[in-house]
């Protein structure tokens, strides 16, 4: 059990969604947000997830119709864990490492390697003890076969900083994590999108509250929910401090 906790904190955690692009377009946002609004259960998220495909289809061919499929897949996933569907979530994250693998098999791209570690980061949080030893390490392994590609690449960065951030104590270095965080901030600030952000603010609201910092962990909450006020994991971490 131990074990498990630490791989799982390596690969996993709850703010991993990141842009994974400069841009992506107007009719993939609505489900973005969903997911960071936390407003509706999966069964209402479902409508916008098959909405984004039928778009995607209807616009995009290729390499990128894969990434963007896959992106869907992952969204779709995190809607049902959330909603504690296990099987479900699990089915949308294998078919998001599939597309993202697909995409890859075409080209490689910074975007499909997050892609991949992203999907494969959440499975790892539902399969199995030896699921996750065998293949978790790949996680920090694909993020820095992006960052190989775009050096400036903030999902990845995010996906290697939440190592430090996330881990359990003793495999974690919050004081490493929070300087790696605010480096994607002070060096990366034209590349970061609305959820971007909101992601490093509560990464490193988390680290300080682990610390016991309460005062530094509520004022990066506290920038988190301005983002995304109705964020239900922020809410619940702002009330621990």
Do not use: H
């Amino acid at each position: 059990m131990k074990n498990k906790k630490y791989i799982l904190g390596t690969v996993f955690c709850f703010f991993s969604l990141m842009v994974y692009a400069e841009s992506l377009p107007d009719w993939f946002l609505p489900l973005r947000e969903a997911i960071y609004e936390q407003n509706l259960k999966a069964d209402a998220v479902a409508p916008l997830y098959r909405e984004v495909k039928r778009r995607a289809e209807e616009s995009l061919s290729g390499q990128q119709l894969y990434l963007m499929l896959s992106r869907c897949e992952y969204m779709m996933g995190r809607v049902y864990l959330y909603d504690t569907r296990k099987d479900e979530a699990l089915a949308r994250f294998e078919e998001g490492i599939a597309l993202a693998q697909r995409s890859l098999d075409m080209a490689a791209s910074p975007e499909g390697w997050v892609m991949l570690a992203e999907n494969l980061s959440q499975s790892c949080t539902i399969k199995s003890v030896g699921y996750v030893m065998q293949n978790g390490p790949n996680v920090e392994r694909y993020a820095k076969e992006a960052l190989a590609l775009d050096p400036g690449n903030t999902a990845a960065q995010f996906l290697i900083a939440s190592r430090w951030v996330y881990a359990p104590s003793p495999f974690n270095n919050l004081k490493r994590g929070i300087q790696m965080m605010e480096d994607i901030l002070n060096n990366f600030e034209t590349r970061l999108q609305k959820d971007d952000r909101f992601n490093v603010y509560s990464a490193i609201g988390y680290a300080y509250l682990k610390q016991k910092k309460n005062q530094e962990a509520k004022t990066w909450f506290q920038r988190s929910l301005a983002v995304y006020p109705t964020n239900q994991y922020v809410q619940e971490l702002l009330s621990k401090t």
